[in-house]
């Protein structure tokens, strides 16, 4: 029969009696000390390493916490596990499925339908990334997978430097779309709100900065505030 | 959005029926032939942002209808009401007689004939 207070028992005599416990004190110590880091950081590649680096010391010490235990049938590690296991295989899955789910529930339409220098914009960018495009008077961009989403709202609004700069932008989230899913396991992992979603949005502004003006990119941003 | 439940008898106008960004919208639609999102965000002096969500909707609702202008280098949506004003006005007096009739029945029908001899 599961008790809960028999499982915080076993953690408290397991851990204070493990040769671990010093190791796990140091881990959890780093985890605190890299994510006061990340909150004083300023600079978005610093506030995303920091905040990465204390996940992985917090699933470190879970780790450390579990070889520790000498209790066996322990539910809330088997409960873990399975949480684990089974989150990781959805938000590993979900992005080479997601963007097909997208067309269809925008009737997203190619965007070389309408007009063809976005689609050779982005190939110039990225290979094998496909812009689509829906309708909808409202203003919107998205990447998923290797497809890039606007709507004809933001067709109509952006003047085409302004354009190339919400496509550079996307095009920034799709060259990095392998590492977006890890760091929203990572979260997960460790019950930690993932905070890198603003950090990502700077990143790829500076790029669109780099590869068409900073000015396309404040005025699109501007526009769309 | 035109919905019986969301009637507002206190409402002033055409607020009785739509909100009032709809209903602003649809003055707009119903005294051009065709305008653009630009046109009517300044023709009702409100924002981009309040416009887009509502003209979606009213295209969804089927009181507008666009079409996408791909003249020239850009694309933009060209905006127009689906009926005339007098058509639309006919089709919600039609809900709103309809969902009375069913509520009420005879009483409303005998209203009706009341009001129609008073006028």
Known sequence: MFSITQEIDCYITCITGSDLLPLIGIQAFLALLLFTFYLKARKPVLRISSFIAAQLFMISVIGTIVSAMQCSQMLTIEIYTAYVILSTVIIMLLPRVYYKILIRRHGAQPITDIMDWPQAFVNNLTEGAKVYYYDSAVPGAFASGKSIFLSLGMLELMDDSELKAVLAHEVWHIRHNNKTPVLRQLSLMTFTKNHSEDELEVLADVFAGKIVSETAVESARAKLE | ?119
């Open chain 2, 1 to 119: 959005m035109v919905k019986l439940d969301r009637i507002n008898l206190s409402n002033e106008g055409l607020t009785k029926f739509f909100s009032p960004i709809e209903a602003q919208i649809m003055e707009v639609l119903w005294t051009n032939q065709e305008s653009t999102t630009p046109d009517i965000t300044e023709k009702t002096g409100i924002p981009l942002s309040s416009v887009a969500g509502t003209l979606d909707r009213l295209v969804k609702a089927g009181y507008a209808k666009r079409a996408v202008d791909k003249s020239g280098n850009r694309v933009r949506y060209l905006y127009s009401a689906t009926e005339s004003m007098d058509n639309t006005a006919n089709t919600i007096t039609k809900k709103v007689l309809d969902s009375l009739v069913d509520t009420f029945g005879k009483v409303a029908i005998e209203n009706f004939h009341t009001y129609h001899g008073k006028k």
